[in-house]
């Protein structure tokens, strides 16, 4: 090569390089090491001592105890000292409105959202997160929340009749939306419209409970996930034990999961109200009906809605598994991540002490993989801050 031809490449080849180092360990070839982390795997409430954990790839390579697992020589070793280890939040009611929220969720311990409410620039970020070339949590996302007349909430498309439901939901789907959202407002006729065209579309259908319908209809129609709990007694009558009792009996029938944001339920409801919707959650839990964990408040942290639940009488490993290994069950996506375990995506959270104890640990991560890049406690403060 000539002195000239030398000098032209020697950009490209700087560029390239910098292009080499700026792939995380564990996302690339360089392997990253959780070394001594006590791991709760989300795959019962066994706590495994003394662990390393071995990612590369954006994948878990290797997991079992210190002395049984070779740290590779080139690998970036982090040191638990004691720590725990779990699987890295997922938070299943999000209204992602703006790039801040992908930065403070990650600063929250979360590895992926379920965003309510979209539009095509969350489309766009899901695709840059995938590729990492955006960091943040992986993006789950609706497009606009599907309403009735009358409605005027920002973001909402109205869908006044069947025809308009159907081609609404043809529309999402084509543009690529993981699933449909429906709102306040929706006649009968719509609502049906939209389960039916959603279910040809494979796509799922969460979110509210329009009066006209009610919640019997909506777990008899198998809508996915319903919204609020608030949303849970919507129609229903009775007083309050046979409340409960035909509810619990309605949802065991139904495939319907109830994703209650109680934290945020508590901010603005009379605290009577709150306590029997605190008691009929736990009621379903315990009948075997999904529960889901989602903080639906820019104020409100998943690890925060993850105590309410435990407040509201779910055991600490069953309050955490709603906002990982059930929330992956319930996205279809158990093989990709919500526990730790070989080949699977690494999503892991390091936190200072054991949550089964105390959940308050998840409100400060000391460490958080998201699909195997490794953001240290300060990076995280730093991202809160931006």
Same mark, same amino acid.
């Given at each position: 090569?000539?002195?000239?031809?030398?000098?032209?490449?020697?950009?490209?080849?700087v560029?390239?390089?910098?292009?080499?180092?700026?792939?995380?360990?564990?996302?690339?070839?360089?392997?990253?090491?959780l070394?001594?982390?006590?791991?709760?795997?989300?795959? /019962?409430?066994?706590?495994?001592?003394?662990?390393?954990?071995v990612?590369?790839?954006g994948?878990?390579?290797?997991?079992g105890?210190?002395?049984?697992?070779?740290?590779p020589?080139?690998?970036?070793?982090?040191?638990?000292?004691?720590?725990y280890?779990?699987p890295?939040?997922?938070?299943?009611?999000?209204?992602?409105?703006?790039?801040?929220?992908?930065?403070?969720?990650l600063?929250?311990?979360?590895?992926?959202v379920?965003?309510?409410? /979209?539009?095509?620039?969350?489309?766009?970020?899901?695709?840059?997160?995938?590729?990492?070339?955006?960091?943040?949590?992986r993006?789950?996302t609706?497009?606009?929340?599907?309403?009735?007349?009358?409605?005027?909430?920002p973001?909402?498309?109205?869908v006044?009749?069947?025809a308009?439901?159907?081609?609404?939901?043809?529309?999402?789907?084509?543009?690529?939306?993981?699933?449909?959202?429906?709102?306040?407002?929706?006649?009968?006729?719509?609502?049906?419209?939209i389960?039916?065209?959603?279910?040809?579309q494979?796509?799922?259908?969460?979110?509210?409970?329009?009066?006209?319908?009610?919640?019997?209809?909506?777990?008899?129609?198998?809508?996915?996930?319903?919204?609020?709990?608030?949303?849970?007694?919507? /129609?229903a009558?009775?007083?309050?034990?046979?409340?409960i009792?035909s509810?619990?009996?309605?949802?065991r029938?139904?495939?319907?999961?109830?994703?209650?944001?109680?934290?945020l339920h508590?901010l603005f409801?009379?605290?009577e109200?709150?306590?029997?919707?605190?008691?009929?959650v736990?009621?379903?839990?315990?009948?075997?009906?999904g529960?889901?964990?989602?903080s639906?408040?820019?104020?409100?942290?998943?690890?925060?809605?993850?105590?309410?639940?435990?407040?509201?009488?779910?055991?600490p490993?069953?309050?955490?598994?709603?906002?990982? /290994?059930?929330?992956?069950?319930?996205l279809?996506?158990?093989?990709?991540?919500?526990?730790?375990?070989v080949g699977?995506?690494a999503?892991?959270?390091?936190?200072?002490?054991n949550?089964?104890e105390?959940l308050r640990?998840?409100?400060?991560?000391?460490?958080?993989a998201?699909?195997?890049?490794?953001?240290d406690?300060g990076?995280?403060r730093?991202?809160?801050?931006?």
């Open positions: 090569m000539t002195p000239r031809k030398l000098r032209a490449s020697l950009p490209l080849l560029v390239a390089v910098a292009c080499a180092r700026a792939v995380p360990p564990g996302v690339g070839e360089q392997p990253l090491a070394v001594g982390v006590h791991v709760l795997a989300m795959e /019962g409430d066994r706590i495994l001592p003394d662990q390393t954990v990612v590369r790839d994948r878990i390579e290797a997991l105890p210190r002395g049984a697992v070779d740290v020589w080139n690998a970036t070793r982090v040191e638990g000292q004691g720590r280890l779990l890295g939040l997922v938070d299943m009611h999000v209204h992602v409105t703006g790039e801040r929220t992908l930065r403070e969720q600063a929250r311990g979360v590895t992926t379920r965003n309510m409410r /979209g539009d095509p620039r969350h489309l766009a970020w899901r695709r840059e997160i995938a590729e990492h070339e955006r960091l943040g949590p993006l789950i609706a497009g606009p929340p599907l309403a009735g007349e009358g409605e005027t909430a973001g909402v498309q109205v006044p009749s069947a308009a439901a159907r081609a609404a939901v043809d529309d999402q789907a084509a543009a690529g939306f993981d699933f449909v959202k429906v709102y306040e407002g929706l006649s009968s006729d719509a609502y049906g419209a389960i039916e065209e959603a279910a040809a494979g796509l799922p259908v969460a979110g509210h409970v329009s009066a006209a319908v009610g919640i019997y209809a909506a777990l008899a129609a198998g809508q996915a996930s319903i919204e609020h709990a608030e949303e849970l007694t919507q /129609g009558a009775g007083g309050e034990s046979e409340m009792r509810l619990v009996e309605h949802a029938r139904s495939p319907s999961w109830i994703c209650p944001t109680l934290t508590a409801s009379p605290a109200d709150h306590a029997f919707r605190m008691r009929l736990a009621a379903l839990e315990r009948a075997g009906v529960v889901l964990a989602g639906d408040g820019a104020s409100i942290s998943v690890a925060q809605e993850v105590r309410s639940l435990a407040q509201a009488g779910l055991s490993y069953r309050a955490l598994l709603a906002a990982t /290994g059930d929330a992956a069950r319930f279809g996506r158990s093989d990709e991540f919500g526990t730790i375990a699977l995506e999503d892991l959270l390091l936190v200072d002490a949550p089964l105390d640990t998840l409100e400060a991560p000391a460490g958080l998201v699909r195997g890049e490794w953001l406690a990076r995280l730093r991202l809160a801050r931006r």
